[in-house]
């Protein structure tokens, strides 16, 4: 019930709106982490596009982590063609690392 209501109040993303997204949020931190270490070059790439595009949500104007999860759980869950500009950037750093970007529709 709180996880819908922060989606609905637009304090949190929502792909799905079910557990799911909270779940998926989740991964994307892991996601994160490793590009972080691995391609360090990619995550500065990130954090620009965090620092010059809208936050998807509330939660995610807290700090790039948080938007790059948020990012992720729209990634994931919502098709390509409803991504907004920081999903798409997103998309763009996750296939220059070599990492499959998601698409529901696919």
Same mark, same amino acid.
Request: proline residues 5%.
């Given at each position: 019930?709180?996880?819908?209501?922060?989606?609905? /109040? =637009?304090?949190?993303?929502?792909?799905? =709106?079910?557990?799911?997204?909270?779940?998926?949020?989740e991964? =994307?931190?892991?996601?994160?982490?490793?590009?972080?270490?691995?391609?360090?070059?990619?995550?500065?790439?990130?954090?620009?596009?965090?620092?010059?595009?809208?936050?998807?949500?509330?939660?995610?104007?807290? /700090? +790039?982590?948080e938007?790059?999860?948020?990012?992720f759980?729209?990634?994931?869950?919502?098709?390509?063609?409803?991504?907004?500009?920081?999903?798409?950037?997103?998309?763009?750093?996750?296939?220059?690392?070599?990492?499959?970007? =998601? +698409?529901? +529709?696919?």
């Open positions: 019930r709180t996880i819908r209501r922060d989606q609905q /109040n =637009g304090w949190l993303v929502s792909a799905t =709106g079910t557990l799911e997204d909270l779940l998926t949020h991964y =994307g931190h892991l996601v994160h982490t490793e590009l972080r270490a691995r391609r360090p070059r990619l995550w500065r790439r990130w954090t620009a596009a965090v620092r010059d595009l809208p936050a998807l949500s509330q939660y995610g104007k807290t /700090n +790039d982590h938007a790059f999860a948020e990012a759980t729209e990634m994931e869950g919502v098709p390509r063609s409803r991504w907004r500009p920081l999903t798409q950037a997103l998309a763009h750093i996750l296939e220059a690392a070599g990492m499959a970007a =998601g +698409d529901p +529709d696919s």
